[in-house]
C-alpha cells in the first residue's frame, strides 16, 4: 500500500489558498436576509435575492436555485445587468458544491462576459478565480492556470481612477491558488517558489495567524515533496509554534502533527513518529473529530503492525474500524454537529468542500484501514480473518474506483464542454469579423473568402478534437473490458477455492503466499488497467506473478521462463499494459491444458532497431487442434481476449507514428505436426 503517497497528498491538498467564514466567499445571514425581503422592490430586492442564493449554496440546493431563479428573473425584467451577472455567478457556485462542474463552467462564463462588459474588473477577476477553481475541481489544471493567470492580470490593470484594479490579498490568493494547482501537477519547485513568495507578501499586508500557519505548513510539504526533509521540519515547526488563538487554529495545527508524524517514520524514527500520532489521536477522538481520528488511529496500528507490537496495532486498528463503521451510519466527518463549522482539513475557510470529496476521502482511509487490519491477521497467522479483511479492503477499494470514474467521467464532459466553449467563441468572433467586414465594403470578398476558409479550418480542428475525445473514451471502456477478461470469473473462483483449500488443510504459509501471490495480481491489474504505458519491471512482475497463480491453479502442469535483454532498461522503458497476459491465458487454456505432458512457456523481450521485440511462445497441442477441442464443446465460442487485444492495438496506434504489430505463428515440426503457438508483438520504444 504506497501510504507515503497518499500522506504527501494529503500534505499538498490541506493548505490550497483558494477562495465573514469563508475567507474568499461573501455569505450573509440568512434569517437577516428573508426578515427585510418582504419589504423590499427593485434592485434591493434582486441583491438580497442574489445573497440568499450564494449564502445558501453549500446548505440547501433547492432553495438556493428558487432563490437565484427569482433573481434572475427580477433582474431581466428590470434590465439590472450585474443583477442578471450575479445570479449567473450563483448558479456556478451551486453546481460547483453539487460537483457539476459543465453546467458551473457555462453559468461562470455567462457572469465573466456580462461583468467585463459593465466594466467590474475587480468582480471579473475573481469570477476567473471561481473559472479556475472550477478546473481545478474538474482536475483540468491547464485551464486552472491560464485563468488564474487571466485573473492576476486583471487584478494588477488599472482602472479608470488609475488605480490598481486588485488589493495585495486578492494577487496573494491568486499565487496561493496557483501554488496548489502546479502541487498537484507535480511541479513541486514551482510549488515552493509561490510558497515562499505568498508567504512572504502575507507578512508584510499582516493576513491573520491561521494563513500564516497554512502557508507555512503548505511551504515545509513543498519542502517534503521535494525530499528536503531538515526543512520541512523546519516550516512544520514553525507552524506548530503559533499560539492556540482559535478552535480553528489549534485544530489545524493537529493536521500538521499528524503529517510530521508520518515524516519522521518515513525517516525510521519511530519513536518520534509515534509520539505525533498518538498526540493527533488523542485530540481528534476527544473532541470528536471521526476522519482524522481514523487517520491517526490507523496510522498508529498500522505502524505498530509493522514493528511486530501487535497488540497495540490490534487495539488501534479495532478502534479505527469502530470510528469508520460510526462515520458511515451518521455519514459525517463529525461526531456532534456542533463542532462542524470548524475547520480540520484547511479548505473550509476558503470554499466548502464538495460532498463527492469528502465520501472519496473517507473511503481512501476505510481502505488502508482494512489493509492495515489484513496485514495484522496475517501475521498473526489468523488466516480467516485475514481474508475476511482483504474481502472488505477490495470492496472498499471497488466503492473509492466507482466514486473516481464517476467523478472522471464528470472530468472528461468538463474538458470537452470547456473547449467546446472555447471553440464556440472563437468561431463567433470569427463570423462577426466576417459579418463586418461585408458590412464594411463588399470588394472585400476575398478577405471574405479568407475568413471563411479560418471558419473550415476551425471546424476541421473541432472534429479532430471531438476524435480524439472519442478515441480515449474508446481507449477507458477497451481497458475495463481488458481487465474483465485478466480477471475472469473462473479464474477468481479457482484462485479462492485454492485459498480455501490451503485454509481446510490448515496450510497457512501456502495460504498466505497464494493470497498475497494473488491480492497482488488484483491490485497490478487495477492500476494497470488505467494507464495507457507501464514500465517493463511492472509488466515483469504482473507476468510473472499470474503464471505462479496458474501453476497452482493447473498443479503444475506447466514449466514457464521469461527472457529479458540485456540491453532493455526495465525501469524506463514503457511499455503497453497487459498484452501478454491474454496471450499466456490461451497458452494455458487451450494449449497447454490438453496435452499430455508437462509443457512449457517461453516469454521473450529483445532491442531491435529502437523496437521491442516481444514474444509468447508455447509448446501446447497447437491452435488448430485447441480450435477442434473448443468447438466440440462450444461451437458458439470467440476468442475474446484476443480480439480485444488486437481491438486495443488498433486504438493506440492512432496516436502513434511507428505502428504495434502483432502477429501469430503455428510452431510445425517437418512433418507438418503442431509444435505450439508463438505469438509476436513489435512495440516501438517508449522512454519514462
Known amino acids: 500500500?504506497?501510504?507515503?503517497?497518499?500522506?504527501?497528498?494529503?500534505?499538498?491538498?490541506?493548505?490550497?489558498?483558494?477562495?465573514?467564514?469563508?475567507?474568499?466567499?461573501?455569505?450573509?445571514?440568512?434569517?437577516?436576509?428573508?426578515?427585510?425581503?418582504?419589504?423590499?422592490?427593485?434592485?434591493?430586492?434582486?441583491?438580497?435575492?442574489?445573497?440568499?442564493?450564494?449564502?445558501?449554496?453549500?446548505?440547501?440546493?433547492?432553495?438556493?436555485?428558487?432563490?437565484?431563479?427569482?433573481?434572475?428573473?427580477?433582474?431581466?425584467?428590470?434590465?439590472?445587468?450585474?443583477?442578471?451577472?450575479?445570479?449567473?455567478?450563483?448558479?456556478?457556485?451551486?453546481?460547483?458544491?453539487?460537483?457539476?462542474?459543465?453546467?458551473?463552467?457555462?453559468n461562470y462564463l455567462q457572469a465573466l462576459s456580462l461583468f467585463e462588459e459593465l466594466d467590474d474588473k475587480h468582480t471579473a477577476g475573481w469570477v476567473c478565480y471561481e473559472i479556475a477553481k472550477t478546473h481545478y475541481f474538474a482536475s483540468n489544471y491547464e485551464k486552472t492556470i491560464e485563468y488564474g493567470n487571466k485573473a492576476l492580470e486583471l487584478f494588477r490593470g488599472r482602472n479608470r481612477e488609475g488605480a490598481t484594479v486588485g488589493t495585495a490579498r486578492d494577487t496573494i490568493y491568486m499565487h496561493g491558488a496557483l501554488a496548489e494547482t502546479y502541487a498537484v501537477m507535480g511541479m513541486h519547485k514551482k510549488t515552493l517558489e509561490k510558497d515562499i513568495l505568498v508567504l512572504d507578501l502575507m507578512k508584510k499586508n499582516n493576513f491573520n495567524n491561521i494563513e500564516l500557519m497554512l502557508i507555512t505548513f503548505h511551504a515545509g510539504a513543498s519542502f517534503y515533496a521535494i525530499n528536503e526533509h531538515d526543512s520541512a521540519k523546519v516550516y512544520f515547526s514553525k507552524s506548530l509554534a503559533y499560539l492556540d488563538e482559535s478552535l480553528n487554529l489549534k485544530t489545524l495545527k493537529y493536521r500538521n502533527m499528524l503529517h510530521l508524524g508520518w515524516l519522521y517514520y518515513n525517516e525510521g524514527d519511530v519513536d518520534s513518529a509515534l509520539y505525533y500520532l498518538r498526540t493527533a489521536d488523542d485530540f481528534y477522538t476527544t473532541n470528536g473529530f471521526l476522519y482524522w481520528a481514523l487517520a491517526a488511529s490507523t496510522g498508529l496500528g498500522y505502524m505498530y503492525c509493522e514493528n511486530s507490537e501487535f497488540y497495540s496495532a490490534e487495539k488501534h486498528l479495532q478502534k479505527s474500524e469502530r470510528i469508520f463503521n460510526e462515520m458511515s451510519e451518521k455519514n459525517s466527518w463529525y461526531r456532534h454537529d456542533s463542532i462542524k463549522h470548524i475547520a480540520t482539513y484547511g479548505l473550509e475557510l476558503y470554499f466548502p468542500i464538495p460532498p463527492v470529496k469528502l465520501k472519496e476521502m473517507t473511503w481512501g482511509e476505510g481502505m488502508f484501514m482494512y489493509w492495515s487490519l489484513y496485514l495484522l491477521r496475517s501475521a498473526q497467522n489468523r488466516t480467516a480473518e485475514a481474508l475476511h479483511y482483504h474481502i472488505a479492503y477490495s470492496d472498499a477499494r471497488d466503492t473509492l474506483d466507482k466514486l473516481q470514474r464517476n467523478r472522471e467521467i464528470i472530468e472528461m464532459q468538463t474538458r470537452y464542454e470547456s473547449e467546446r466553449k472555447d471553440q464556440q467563441i472563437q468561431t463567433l468572433s470569427l463570423e462577426n469579423e466576417l459579418k463586418a467586414s461585408r458590412l464594411q465594403q463588399n470588394r472585400y470578398f476575398l478577405f471574405g473568402s479568407a475568413g471563411l476558409s479560418v471558419m473550415i479550418l476551425m471546424l476541421g480542428f473541432i472534429l479532430f478534437r471531438q476524435n480524439k475525445l472519442k478515441t480515449e473514451q474508446q481507449m477507458m471502456v477497451l481497458q475495463q473490458r481488458l481487465f474483465r477478461s485478466q480477471m475472469n470469473p473462473h479464474f477468481i473462483f479457482n484462485s479462492l477455492a485454492s485459498i480455501q483449500n490451503f485454509i481446510v488443510k490448515q496450510d497457512s504459509r501456502k495460504a498466505n503466499i497464494f493470497l498475497s501471490k494473488f491480492s497482488e495480481l488484483v491490485r497490478s491489474n487495477l492500476d494497470n488497467s488505467t494507464q495507457e504505458y507501464i514500465t517493463f519491471d511492472k509488466e515483469i512482475s504482473t507476468i510473472q506473478n499470474y503464471l505462479e497463480l496458474q501453476k497452482v491453479r493447473y498443479s503444475d502442469k506447466f514449466d514457464y521462463t521469461i527472457d529479458v535483454d540485456e540491453a532493455i532498461d526495465t525501469e524506463s522503458l514503457m511499455i503497453p499494459p497487459m498484452l501478454a497476459q491474454p496471450v499466456i491465458e490461451n497458452a494455458i487454456e487451450h494449449g497447454i491444458r490438453h496435452k499430455e505432458t508437462i509443457g512449457k512457456i517461453i516469454i521473450r523481450f529483445h532491442l531491435k532497431d529502437n523496437t521491442v521485440m516481444f514474444e509468447v511462445e508455447d509448446d501446447g497441442i497447437g491452435r488448430e487442434k485447441a480450435m477442434e477441442i473448443i468447438q466440440k464443446q462450444d461451437k458458439e465460442h470467440k476468442s475474446f481476449a484476443t480480439a480485444i487485444t488486437r481491438e486495443r492495438i488498433q486504438v493506440l496506434n492512432k496516436k502513434l507514428k511507428k505502428k504495434i504489430s502483432m502477429n501469430i505463428l503455428d510452431l510445425k515440426n517437418e512433418k507438418d505436426e503442431p509444435l505450439g503457438t508463438r505469438v509476436m508483438f513489435e512495440i516501438p520504444v517508449t522512454v519514462q
Open 1 to 106: 500500500m504506497p501510504r507515503l503517497q497518499i500522506i504527501l497528498l494529503f500534505f499538498l491538498f490541506s493548505c490550497q489558498v483558494f477562495s465573514q467564514k469563508y475567507i474568499n466567499l461573501k455569505t450573509y445571514n440568512v434569517d437577516s436576509l428573508l426578515a427585510i425581503l418582504p419589504g423590499q422592490t427593485g434592485k434591493e430586492r434582486v441583491n438580497s435575492l442574489n445573497y440568499l442564493a450564494v449564502s445558501l449554496s453549500f446548505i440547501d440546493y433547492d432553495q438556493s436555485m428558487l432563490y437565484a431563479g427569482q433573481a434572475m428573473d427580477l433582474a431581466k425584467a428590470l434590465n439590472y445587468g450585474k443583477g442578471i451577472a450575479d445570479a449567473f455567478r450563483n448558479y456556478g457556485q451551486i453546481h460547483v458544491f453539487q460537483g457539476s462542474y459543465p453546467q458551473a463552467l457555462d
